[in-house]
């Protein structure tokens, strides 16, 4: 068994690297979504990354996986007494990390060591890499103009017409040491595009400056897991999004989001119809369940998922083989 | 009636403020140390501003003024579990105004400006400004050497002797217009000197550049109340830094740390042997109840205060008119 690094933002993304997590412990490297990051109170909020923190420790809320269980709202309650602002809703517990990322930054360490810091304390012995130290913004091409990730999701309620994405600043973001050498292992075993919304999830973090190509060029198998199940998205606007820029709302339209870069594309039983279509783009397909309400299904997912990744990679090492 | 301006820290100097606020509504200016302010996870706390909102706000914990009642500390459990300090157990609510005033200085707004829009927020007619809105930093000169305030108070208990005080910054620290237009209304009835440490509560106050001159020169009569009942502080390690300074832990005493800025002394009944005492220093004294333990307590204090600051002016006035 080698290293296994998965591509994940959002709950849902979460929910499959811990199911990964509980099979591969410390060989399990996730590199996470920062497009999404913002600065509110002066404090670098980092949601995708917190997520995936509060999820592999044990200690996110089941309700809301973007906080830790048992989320109060008193200091919130407090700001706004004093005149600050209304707007995000602020969870006590979740602005320790901002807190201590904020000033571990101001101090000049790089996100990635204050993450693993993070980790350690949390005792998750798997990786948790920001996609990058430098920062990259989301901005959501819309009808009522640019705007970040940000303000589209929580201010705009993702109302507003999509056009398109930028990821601003991704090009010249620098892949860092520890996301290099995650994907140079010797023995990398499979690449996971977790579920998530494509445009805002997984896309940022390919668009980091050489990130695809070197995914792209890995001998490990890519994986992506379908964020559109019966045709919508289980949680947050991938469906939406994907009418908006005129694409069918389909696993079939989720997997196209990957091609040339994945090898591999797993959709849910209730999908089947699209197994024919994925496979006509030249792609390896499993249909699974792909629902994750309990612990169990993320696991079961996630050993599906490297199952596959053997078997195609049993099948790449025959043509191999058989090629002339 | 007039403007009335108190000189405050601490706890103690809060309760005085508050009766006097009960009493003068709008027409109370409270002048607060700054001196105690520190950063912690880049937020900058300033104690004695926040414990005096908190009071004249109504909404200070009955048992620990220096935080809002009903305080929690989760924040603080979620940033020991990722590894960050320990020490100060910050309060939950009491990272409100920190959190604000961080960020409004970052924007280039000054501390009294924020004060005065926290005071706005929270309802408080009287204008709460800090000493200065330039930076200074009480230092506690100890057998241990040099450490700032929060140090001595927080980590080392109060314990070294102390040797003496220094008020870095205060020399160049700028009085603000606020403060100047207060100790400059044409209508100042009494400048009071709320019973707080002279060492860390009111001194830093007294030497920012020009502020003890001024207040000297204020026609309007200058009132102390003594922080010492009975031989010790109240609360606070006032009588135990007496001791360390070699002078006597008494109300004398500390009438002669305000000596040639005072005209006139506020003691308790517990302290009436002191009266003379005090007396022959040349200062008015008054001998009443100082201890604060109820609302009205305060609102007795503060009027009693009032009333002596009146009778000492009607002296003055008799006596230049009686001048030869």
Same mark, same amino acid.
């Given at each position: 068994?080698? !290293?296994?690094?998965?591509?994940?933002?959002?709950?849902?993304?979460?929910?499959?690297?811990?199911?990964?997590?509980?099979?591969?412990?410390?060989?399990?490297?996730?590199v996470v979504n920062t497009?999404?990051d913002?600065?509110?109170?002066?404090?670098?909020?980092s949601?995708?990354v917190?997520?995936?923190?509060?999820?592999?420790?044990? #200690?996110?809320?089941?309700?809301?996986?973007?906080?830790?269980?048992?989320?109060?709202?008193?200091?919130?309650?407090?700001?706004?007494?004093?005149?600050?602002?209304?707007?995000?809703? *602020? /969870?006590?517990?979740?602005?320790?990390?901002?807190?201590?990322?904020?000033?571990?930054?101001?101090?000049?360490?790089r996100p990635t060591?204050?993450t693993?810091?993070?980790?350690?304390? *949390?005792?998750?012995?798997?990786?948790v890499l920001p996609m990058s130290d430098?920062? &990259?913004?989301?901005?959501?091409?819309?009808?009522?103009?640019?705007?970040?990730? %940000?303000?589209?999701?929580?201010?705009? %309620?993702?109302?507003?017409?999509?056009?398109?994405?930028?990821?601003?600043?991704?090009?010249?973001?620098?892949?860092s040491?520890?996301?290099?050498?995650?994907?140079?292992?010797?023995?990398?075993?499979? #690449?996971?595009?977790?579920?998530? %919304?494509?445009?805002?999830?997984?896309?940022? #973090?390919?668009?980091?400056?050489?990130?695809?190509? *070197?995914?792209?060029?890995?001998?490990?198998?890519?994986?992506?897991?379908?964020?559109?199940?019966?045709?919508?998205?289980?949680?947050?606007?991938? /469906?939406? $999004?994907?009418?908006?820029?005129?694409?069918?709302?389909?696993?079939?339209?989720?997997?196209?989001?990957?091609?040339?870069?994945?090898?591999?594309? &797993? $959709?849910?039983?209730?999908?089947?119809?699209?197994?024919?279509?994925?496979?006509?783009?030249?792609?390896?397909?499993?249909? !699974?369940?792909?629902?994750?309400?309990? &612990?169990?299904?993320? #696991? %079961?997912?996630?050993?599906?998922?490297?199952?596959?990744? !053997?078997?195609?990679?049993?099948?790449?090492?025959?043509? *191999?083989?058989?090629?002339?």
């Amino acid at each position: 068994m080698g !290293t296994v690094v998965a591509l994940a933002g959002q709950v849902g993304g979460a929910k499959l690297a811990d199911g990964l997590y509980r099979l591969r412990g410390k060989d399990l490297v996730v590199v996470v979504n920062t497009g999404d990051d913002y600065e509110h109170l002066g404090l670098a909020f980092s949601p995708d990354v917190d997520t995936m923190l509060y999820t592999l420790a044990g #200690i996110a809320a089941p309700a809301a996986g973007w906080e830790p269980e048992g989320e109060s709202r008193v200091v919130h309650a407090m700001v706004k007494k004093l005149g600050g602002p209304d707007q995000p809703a *602020l /969870g006590d517990r979740s602005l320790a990390a901002p807190l201590l990322r904020s000033q571990g930054m101001a101090d000049g360490r790089r996100p990635t060591e204050i993450t693993l810091d993070f980790c350690r304390h *949390l005792g998750i012995a798997a990786r948790v890499l920001p996609m990058s130290d430098d920062p &990259v913004r989301t901005n959501v091409i819309t009808t009522k103009g640019v705007v970040t990730f %940000n303000e589209f999701f929580n201010q705009l %309620n993702c109302e507003p017409t999509v056009h398109g994405f930028q990821y601003a600043g991704a090009e010249d973001a620098r892949i860092s040491d520890e996301v290099l050498a995650a994907l140079h292992a010797p023995d990398l075993e499979a #690449i996971v595009l977790c579920p998530a %919304n494509p445009y805002h999830a997984i896309q940022p #973090i390919l668009a980091v400056g050489g990130l695809y190509d *070197l995914i792209r060029k890995c001998r490990a198998p890519v994986i992506a897991v379908s964020p559109i199940v019966g045709g919508k998205a289980l949680k947050g606007s991938a /469906g939406k $999004i994907m009418r908006d820029l005129g694409r069918e709302p389909s696993a079939r339209a989720a997997a196209a989001e990957y091609l040339r870069l994945i090898d591999g594309f &797993v $959709i849910d039983t209730e999908d089947a119809q699209f197994v024919d279509g994925v496979r006509a783009m030249d792609l390896e397909v499993l249909s !699974t369940s792909t629902v994750m309400r309990t &612990v169990e299904d993320r #696991i %079961n997912l996630a050993s599906r998922v490297l199952d596959f990744a !053997t078997a195609i990679r049993a099948k790449q090492a025959l043509e *191999l083989e058989q090629a002339p």
